[in-house]
């Protein structure tokens, strides 16, 4: 009986040690770098493009996470990337963030974050970078895909007038924040974007089951996570492939979305 008794403690202390152990892996280490490749089709038919969607890198110094991210990225090909913003926290980081970065094989289209701004990074240099993929860093400005086909716009969400939609293009807005589709719905027609791609909330970063994410940032709204239909058109919430604040992460993996338009 007393040998029972003692197993049963053993057990219990075993399984309460297990589980404060994997309480503290899972969120703290594991989960955190643990990259998701999410794919989807949102053109209702055949898709003429792909595009890998990828956002709120929040680079500060973790190169080896970072390479691992572009590896993937590479891996997928693509058309075109598209990134929708927070590059980086600290303006001591960008030089290394975009020479890691250069290892990217395609078109690049990027808006900027509230981060990038707040770091003083230079736009100057990341458009330089993006410019060199073939892609453009797209401060409230527009451009066309090498096939000339989809006409990107990129917004930085601090004005709601954009550049004019060209007929007879598939059109794809980025913005950082997810609720700017809620500043400019009375500017467009219903479902005048073929999507719509954003990052800003991290999905949360930690969210519980059932009930979603603790905590979101502002101008995110209902839009914590995932796809949505909007009046100007469909919108994607990236979880993001950094972290904030807390270097945690908890049933929200960081993100490469694979995206079929």
Request: net charge neutral; aromatic share 12%.
């Amino acid at each position: 009986m007393v040998f029972t008794q003692m197993n049963r403690r053993k057990l219990l202390r075993l399984t309460a040690s297990a589980g404060i152990g994997w309480c503290i892996f899972e969120p703290w280490i594991l989960e955190p770098y643990w990259l998701k490749i999410k794919r989807f089709n949102v053109s209702g038919k055949k898709a003429s493009h792909r595009l890998v969607h990828i956002t709120d890198i929040h680079y500060k110094g973790n190169r080896p996470y970072l390479e691992k991210v572009i590896k993937v990225v590479n891996s997928l090909s693509p058309d075109f990337i598209c990134f929708s913003g927070d590059l980086i926290e600290e303006a001591i980081y960008l030089d290394e963030a975009l020479d890691t970065l250069s290892s990217l094989k395609y078109p690049v289209y990027g808006v900027p974050g509230n981060h990038d701004y707040w770091s003083g990074a230079s736009f100057s240099r990341i458009s330089q970078f993006c410019e060199s993929t073939g892609g453009a860093w797209l401060v409230d400005q527009d451009t066309l895909t090498k096939d000339r086909q989809i006409q990107i716009i990129g917004a930085t969400g601090n004005q709601i007038l954009l550049p004019t939609l060209q007929p007879n293009f598939k059109h794809l807005l980025l913005v950082h924040y997810p609720l700017f589709v809620k500043q400019i719905e009375d500017l467009f027609d219903q479902q005048s974007f073929s999507l719509v791609l954003a990052g800003h909330s991290h999905g949360g970063q930690v969210r519980l089951p059932l009930w979603g994410p603790i905590i979101l940032p502002d101008r995110v709204g209902s839009y914590d996570l995932g796809l949505f239909q909007t009046k100007i058109g469909l919108l994607y919430v990236n979880p993001g492939i950094g972290t904030f604040l807390m270097p945690v992460r908890s049933f929200c993996r960081p993100e490469i979305s694979l995206i079929e338009v």
